[in-house]
């Protein structure tokens, strides 16, 4: 489920590798945090939401190989798109083991939620390589604008929270329902 990545392409884009003091480009230079990608407290977070429905086969493939994802700007009505949430650099306890949870909010063109969840389990385990690696969090969720919903731009907000470090990395991206 984890892989690690010297960057990620989305779409045109470079998704950078994190080292201990945050994200970085593909040329080894430090990243600026973005609202979509960032790192509190050397827990680094990022937010993906992609129209790939093979994401999890681009994931799992051989450490070698960067993923590329597709980046959904804006959706058509039923169309699905997939919500990714990666994490690097969490703090281990002693007995090796992470602990990072999410607040999940997707909010409607007025603001409304559509989608609450806090706590939702991101990643609680064991990790057997460098906790610099970028990981995927199985939090994944599938999403399908239907005939009900409100066209316009539809926010997806995550605070991250690696529960070892007490750190928090607050990531928002959004997309446009047609």
Same mark, same amino acid.
Do not use: Y
């Given at each position: 489920?984890?892989?690690?990545?010297?960057?990620?392409?989305?779409?045109?884009?470079?998704?950078?590798?994190?080292?201990?003091?945050?994200?970085?480009?593909?040329?080894?230079?430090?990243?600026?945090?973005?609202?979509?990608?960032?790192?509190?407290?050397?827990?680094?977070?990022?937010?993906?939401?992609?129209?790939?429905?093979? #994401?999890?086969?681009?994931?799992?493939?051989? %450490?070698? $190989?960067?993923?590329?994802?597709?980046?959904? +700007?804006?959706?058509? *009505?039923?169309?699905?798109?997939?919500?990714?949430?990666?994490?690097?650099?969490?703090?281990?306890?002693?007995?090796?083991?992470?602990?990072?949870?999410?607040?999940?909010?997707?909010?409607?063109?007025?603001?409304?939620?559509?989608?609450?969840?806090?706590?939702?389990?991101?990643?609680?385990?064991?990790?057997?390589?460098?906790?610099?690696?970028?990981?995927?969090?199985?939090?994944?969720?599938? #999403?399908?604008?239907?005939?009900?919903?409100? %066209?316009? $731009?539809?926010?997806?907000?995550?605070?991250? +929270?690696?529960?070892? *470090?007490?750190?928090?990395?607050?990531?928002?991206?959004?997309?446009?329902?047609?």
């Amino acid at each position: 489920m984890s892989k690690l990545l010297s960057f990620l392409l989305l779409s045109l884009l470079c998704f950078p590798a994190f080292c201990q003091d945050g994200w970085r480009d593909e040329h080894g230079h430090p990243a600026r945090d973005t609202d979509s990608r960032r790192s509190v407290n050397g827990f680094g977070g990022s937010l993906v939401v992609t129209p790939d429905a093979d #994401w999890q086969a681009k994931w799992q493939t051989p %450490s070698d $190989t960067v993923p590329h994802f597709s980046v959904a +700007k804006i959706v058509p *009505r039923g169309q699905q798109v997939f919500f990714l949430i990666f994490f690097a650099n969490p703090l281990l306890k002693e007995d090796g083991t992470a602990d990072i949870t999410c607040d999940i909010d997707v909010l409607r063109p007025d603001g409304k939620s559509s989608f609450h969840q806090l706590d939702v389990p991101c990643f609680k385990g064991a990790i057997h390589e460098p906790v610099t690696h970028t990981f995927l969090a199985p939090s994944v969720i599938g #999403w399908t604008g239907d005939s009900s919903d409100s %066209s316009g $731009t539809w926010v997806l907000r995550v605070l991250l +929270k690696d529960n070892v *470090r007490k750190a928090s990395v607050p990531l928002r991206t959004s997309f446009e329902l047609k």
